[in-house]
């Protein structure tokens, strides 16, 4: 349990590494609503599209040249899968936002208050961090999309609340998904996303005021940005070191009802995802963390149920009320 004294303590290290930054940002009059997207690059297309039909039954919603997005449970939430290119490594390239009141004009100017300036849409295989406080709007099959790349590096995408990867100025104008059997487990939403970044407090800060959110709880000094319903969140871990670095989206975490550890692991090992054996992760494995008080979590641990893809990406799934605060199930959080 986090006491008074502990969030006091957290806040003064936090104003501490601001003003020696010298980089508190103002806010941005953007209201993001909700995480609502991730795009994960695969070295074979087919063989991921059924590892994650598979297993949570997802249904592609479109088809974009090379891009299948898949629906991620019964809300405006999506997965997209697209090939590597280049030399690139499989990995979750960025994932997205939804925006209330969405208009990409004025969004754009927001952003370039904000510091960010507008560039030519670069190449996708182009790390974020060669284009640092940059926005640019790719054309997606006659669908204008939203991006900017962070001081950081990180990439994101700004989108529609009625954003369903479909047609149109909002990509909201969607047919239904293509049927597909029910999947091992149901998905609800996503719930968060783990970044490790360059300076990890100060990408904290650029969030909870550039646009205007709270955190939601600590993990020991790191606070987990709360999106929307105070479920949802993201969080930024690192020390700040020299040099330019690359962001690396670290873990993609779902959702989901009714979470019971020994019923996911078994479903997961159903699906030819094995218990990790020694120190290397590699794909189709899967492993336990327990998140002990000193972290944020509960006596004798909150269980945190990872595993990897067919390409090794990193996933986590928690139960429906995970919010990364504490308790058995994670979901005491602050107020």
């Known amino acids: 349990m986090i006491n008074r004294r502990s969030l006091l303590g957290y806040g003064t290290a936090l104003v501490g590494a601001l003003?020696?930054?010298g980089t508190v940002s103002a806010q941005s009059g953007i209201q993001l609503d909700k995480l609502n997207f991730l795009e994960l690059r695969v070295s074979?297309?087919?063989?991921?599209?059924?590892?994650?039909?598979?297993?949570?039954?997802?249904?592609?919603?479109?088809?974009?040249?090379d891009r299948v997005f898949l629906k991620l449970g019964p809300y405006n939430q999506y997965l997209a899968?697209?090939?590597?290119?280049?030399?690139?490594?499989?990995?979750?390239?960025h994932?997205?936002?939804?925006?209330?009141?969405?208009?990409?004009?004025?969004?754009?100017?927001?952003?370039?208050?904000?510091?960010?300036?507008?560039?030519?849409?670069?190449?996708?295989?182009?790390?974020?961090?060669?284009?640092?406080?940059?926005?640019?709007?790719s054309d997606r099959g006659g669908v204008p999309t939203l991006y900017l790349s962070d001081e950081r590096g990180l990439?994101?995408?700004?989108?529609?609340?009625?954003?369903c990867a479909g047609t149109g100025a909002l990509?909201?104008?969607?047919?239904?998904?293509?049927?597909?059997?029910?999947?091992?487990?149901?998905?609800?939403e996503i719930n968060h996303f783990t970044a490790f970044v360059n300076g990890?407090?100060?990408?904290?800060?650029?969030?909870?005021?550039?646009?205007?959110?709270?955190?939601?709880?600590?993990?020991?000094?790191?606070?987990?940005?709360?999106?929307?319903?105070?479920?949802?969140?993201?969080?930024?871990?690192?020390?700040?070191?020299?040099?330019?670095?690359?962001?690396?989206?670290h873990h993609a975490s779902f959702n989901m009802e009714g979470f019971m550890v020994d019923d996911v692991l078994l479903k997961l090992e159903d699906n030819g995802v094995t218990p990790q054996n020694g120190r290397t992760l590699g794909p189709l494995m899967h492993y336990i963390s327990l998140r002990m008080p000193e972290r944020g979590g509960a006596e004798g641990g909150t269980p945190e149920v990872y595993f990897t893809d067919v390409d090794g990406i990193l996933l986590q799934l928690q139960d429906i009320s995970y919010c990364g605060g504490g308790d058995y199930l994670g979901s005491k959080c602050l107020p």
Do not use: H
């Open 200 to 249: 990890g407090e100060r990408s904290s800060d650029f969030f909870l005021r550039f646009f205007d959110l709270k955190a939601q709880a600590y993990q020991a000094t790191t606070p987990s940005v709360g999106i929307g319903d105070g479920k949802q969140f993201v969080m930024f871990a690192g020390g700040q070191r020299e040099g330019s670095i690359p962001a690396n989206v």
């Open 155 to 163: 990439v994101l995408q700004l989108t529609d609340s009625s954003w």
């Open 19 to 21: 003003m020696l930054s």
């Open 95 to 137: 994932y997205g936002f939804s925006v209330k009141n969405f208009d990409l004009d004025d969004t754009l100017a927001q952003l370039k208050v904000g510091g960010f300036r507008q560039i030519a849409p670069p190449d996708i295989t182009v790390p974020g961090i060669e284009n640092p406080m940059t926005t640019w709007v």
């Open 81 to 93: 899968l697209r090939p590597v290119r280049n030399g690139e490594r499989p990995a979750i390239t």
């Open 171 to 188: 990509g909201n104008v969607c047919g239904k998904p293509e049927a597909v059997a029910p999947g091992s487990m149901a998905l609800s």
């Open 44 to 65: 074979d297309m087919a063989k991921s599209l059924a590892f994650y039909q598979k297993l949570f039954g997802m249904p592609v919603q479109s088809r974009s040249e």
